[in-house]
């Protein structure tokens, strides 16, 4: 079991005004393919998106996503961070986290569930057969 990131990160709302909240990244091997990331606004109520794990990793290297999603790597103040953009309609909000923390968690949950075997094991009769019930 990959136990779940907890990070202080930062809301850019101008390039001097950031907000701090807490975040929570959570990792489960029945859902490889994703990581749940929990934010935690002060004053406000919890709010889950769902990030492909692929997606996540990709933005260490090089800007990725389109839509709803994008992830980039960057240097702020100094020191590499990982920016994250959500867009929902037609709002969007950035957050900066620590690059280095993300991607040390990250390759944990890689040991757990290697690369490319995000689907052994799953059992694609039953999924073809009930398509519409939560596996």
Not at 4 to 11: A, D
């Amino acid at each position: 079991m990959v136990a779940p990131l907890s990070l202080r990160i930062f809301q850019i709302v101008w390039d001097s005004y950031r907000i701090p909240l807490r975040v929570e990244f959570r990792f489960d091997r029945d859902d490889p393919l994703v990581v749940s990331v929990t934010f935690q606004p002060e004053g406000g109520p919890p709010v889950t998106w769902w990030i492909g794990r692929d997606l996540l990793h990709d933005g260490l290297l090089a800007p990725t996503g389109i839509g709803d999603v994008r992830v980039w790597s960057t240097i702020s103040k100094d020191r590499p961070v990982l920016r994250l953009r959500l867009e929902r309609c037609g709002r969007r909000v950035l957050f900066e986290l620590d690059l280095h923390r993300v991607e040390d968690w990250l390759f944990e949950t890689y040991d757990l569930v290697p690369p490319g075997e995000e689907l052994t094991g799953l059992d694609w009769d039953e999924l073809v057969a009930n398509p519409l019930e939560d596996h």
